[in-house]
């Protein structure tokens, strides 16, 4: 047992979007005051706000000016941090289970741990869903984490330097890349990908010809990219893709992934030596049914309006792993907020506020999303997007300026809360400066 008695025992399981604004928080006013003993618990030692992987994946981000080390931030803001995964959950004991550490040689750093709570949180995210289409596993990369995307880059850097000292000719798939998958990731990472594959070929590799050479293929099996988002945003963002030279293949089914490409169900094959899967949401599977609460087919953990699990008022769950009702969806028909770093973040805040409450003795107020619309930033070529809200009637549709700033906006909310207003400023000042002397795309 790894959790100190006393005041009343608050464990996030997940530092994400979500659980990590919450700790820092919590951390800042209940934990600062002796209130609450805050623990955050995630299997990672670092953070990255997950809507910047595509950014890494691409070789476009200095990752050192955006990690946020959960140990520093966990003594800066009064809370502990533990590292682990959790794999189980005793709601009778009021226990997390917590599979033991191992380092990356293969030695154990801790060993299985279970923490006692009065208050758990869940944030611990989601996966990407190959619904078990043949071949993910083994050929296709994922975008789920820094390693992921990390893995992804060094692939892409090395096929440039493997291309360009090739004495032969290029074989059909090489330097050919597809994404399953035309949601905000999979578009945010084809045309990121288009400028950094450029700018790597531009340090001197220069038999690589990349208008000849490199392609990139996005698959998608709707109709459109951006199923998720208006029609109109569709038509912008597939005529900014099909500019930059994206091959964009929509109605596409992928029947399987194979070693040298992609395997469509038409019968079609996309030859590619790198396949990204960006497409589907699922929570961990270890969260089906755990412990008896109320999950859905996506392993969500199904929540009350106060973000309490329908079957355990101890337990909320916030962003991604939770299925929260939201009346308003579908003019008025109901649904389920997605899952989007806005909602993680406004869902933190939330139960914060609901933390509280419930350690006064009061009753919990229930939450409502509130959708501000989407953006999908297209690198440094453009941003598009749909603003929401009662003040301009609906759904209006942006692009440009205006639209990169509310999309660099919402990161720069994500910093606040973690930083504070100063650091956050110091921390943009200091990433501008910087990115005027260093190269723009990194290349290890
Ligand atoms: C490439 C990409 C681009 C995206 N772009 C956008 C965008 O532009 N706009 C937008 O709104 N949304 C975007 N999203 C979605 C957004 O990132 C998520 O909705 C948001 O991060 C959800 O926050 P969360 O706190 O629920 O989970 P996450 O931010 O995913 O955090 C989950 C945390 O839980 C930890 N964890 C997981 N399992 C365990 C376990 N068993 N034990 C311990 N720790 C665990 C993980 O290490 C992680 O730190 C994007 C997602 C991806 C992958």
Same mark, same amino acid.
């Given at each position: 047992?790894?959790?100190?008695?006393?005041?009343?025992?608050?464990?996030?399981?997940?530092?994400?979007?979500?659980?990590?604004?919450?700790?820092?928080?919590?951390?800042?006013? %209940?934990?600062?005051?002796?209130?609450?003993?805050? /623990?955050?618990?995630?299997? =990672?030692? /670092?953070?990255?706000?997950?809507?910047?992987?595509?950014?890494?994946?691409?070789?476009?981000?200095? %990752?050192?000016?955006?990690?946020?080390?959960?140990?520093?931030?966990?003594?800066?803001?009064?809370?502990?941090?533990?590292?682990?995964?959790?794999?189980?959950?005793?709601?009778?004991?009021?226990?997390?289970?917590?599979?033991?550490?191992?380092?990356?040689?293969?030695?154990?750093?801790?060993?299985?741990?279970? !923490?006692?709570?009065?208050?758990?949180?869940?944030?611990?995210? &989601? %996966?990407?869903?190959?619904?078990?289409?043949?071949?993910?596993?083994?050929?296709?990369?994922?975008?789920?984490?820094?390693?992921?995307?990390?893995?992804?880059?060094?692939?892409?850097? =090395?096929?440039?330097?493997?291309?360009?000292?090739? &004495?032969?000719?290029?074989?059909?798939?090489?330097?050919?890349?597809?994404?399953?998958?035309?949601?905000?990731?999979?578009?945010?990472?084809?045309?990121?990908?288009?400028?950094? /594959?450029?700018? @790597?070929?531009?340090?001197?590799?220069?038999?690589?010809?990349?208008?000849?050479?490199?392609? @990139? $293929? %996005?698959?998608?099996?709707?109709?459109?990219?951006?199923?998720?988002?208006?029609?109109?945003?569709?038509?912008?963002?597939?005529?900014?893709?099909?500019?930059?030279?994206?091959?964009?293949?929509?109605?596409?089914?992928?029947?399987? @992934?194979?070693?040298?490409?992609?395997?469509?169900?038409?019968?079609?094959?996309?030859?590619?030596?790198? @396949?990204?899967?960006?497409?589907?949401?699922?929570?961990?599977?270890?969260?089906? #049914?755990?412990?008896?609460?109320?999950?859905?087919?996506?392993?969500?953990?199904?929540?009350?309006? /106060?973000?309490?699990?329908?079957?355990?008022?101890?337990? !909320?769950?916030?962003?991604?792993?939770?299925?929260?009702?939201?009346?308003?969806? $579908?003019?008025?028909?109901?649904?389920?907020?997605?899952?989007?770093?806005?909602?993680?973040?406004?869902?933190? &805040?939330?139960?914060?506020?609901?933390?509280?409450?419930?350690?006064?003795?009061?009753?919990?107020?229930?939450?409502?999303?509130? #959708?501000?619309?989407?953006?999908?930033?297209?690198?440094?070529?453009?941003?598009?997007?749909?603003?929401?809200?009662?003040?301009?009637?609906?759904?209006?549709?942006?692009?440009?300026? !205006?639209?990169?700033?509310?999309?660099?906006?919402?990161?720069?909310?994500?910093?606040?809360?973690?930083?504070? !207003?100063?650091?956050?400023?110091? #921390?943009?000042?200091?990433?501008?400066?910087?990115?005027?002397?260093?190269?723009?795309?990194?290349?290890?």
């Amino acid at each position: 047992m790894d959790t100190p008695r006393g005041s009343h025992r608050i464990v996030i399981v997940g530092g994400g979007a979500g659980g990590l604004e919450l700790a820092t928080r919590l951390g800042d006013t %209940l934990g600062r005051r002796g209130r609450a003993e805050v /623990t955050l618990i995630d299997k =990672n030692r /670092t953070h990255v706000w997950k809507p910047k992987l595509h950014e890494i994946a691409s070789g476009s981000m200095d %990752l050192s000016a955006h990690e946020v080390d959960y140990l520093a931030q966990a003594h800066w803001h009064h809370f502990r941090y533990r590292i682990g995964e959790m794999t189980g959950l005793d709601r009778e004991r009021r226990e997390v289970r917590v599979a033991p550490h191992h380092d990356a040689e293969g030695r154990e750093v801790t060993p299985e741990r279970v !923490f006692g709570y009065d208050t758990l949180v869940m944030a611990i995210g &989601s %996966l990407s869903n190959d619904f078990g289409t043949p071949g993910v596993g083994e050929h296709a990369l994922k975008l789920e984490s820094k390693a992921d995307a990390q893995r992804f880059q060094a692939r892409m850097v =090395n096929a440039c330097i493997r291309a360009h000292a090739q &004495s032969t000719p290029l074989r059909p798939e090489q330097l050919h890349v597809a994404i399953i998958g035309a949601g905000a990731t999979g578009v945010e990472l084809a045309a990121e990908l288009h400028r950094t /594959t450029r700018e @790597v070929v531009a340090y001197g590799l220069d038999r690589v010809d990349p208008e000849k050479d490199i392609q @990139v $293929n %996005l698959i998608e099996a709707a109709d459109r990219v951006l199923p998720a988002l208006p029609p109109r945003l569709s038509q912008a963002t597939e005529s900014l893709l099909r500019e930059l030279g994206v091959m964009v293949h929509t109605d596409a089914k992928v029947a399987a @992934v194979l070693a040298d490409g992609v395997q469509l169900a038409d019968g079609r094959k996309l030859p590619a030596e790198l @396949v990204v899967w960006a497409a589907g949401v699922k929570a961990p599977d270890f969260l089906k #049914d755990i412990a008896g609460l109320e999950t859905n087919r996506h392993h969500q953990l199904v929540v009350r309006q /106060t973000l309490q699990a329908t079957r355990d008022d101890a337990v !909320f769950a916030i962003g991604d792993c939770a299925a929260c009702p939201w009346p308003e969806a $579908n003019g008025g028909k109901g649904g389920f907020v997605p899952p989007r770093a806005q909602a993680a973040h406004q869902q933190a &805040s939330h139960v914060l506020a609901q933390i509280r409450r419930r350690l006064a003795g009061q009753p919990l107020k229930p939450y409502r999303y509130r #959708d501000f619309g989407s953006l999908v930033s297209l690198g440094e070529f453009s941003t598009v997007g749909n603003m929401m809200g009662g003040l301009i009637g609906g759904s209006l549709m942006i692009e440009g300026a !205006f639209a990169r700033m509310m999309y660099v906006s919402l990161y720069k909310m994500h910093e606040l809360a973690l930083h504070g !207003f100063p650091k956050m400023a110091l #921390d943009t000042l200091a990433r501008l400066i910087s990115r005027r002397t260093e190269p723009h795309v990194k290349l290890h």
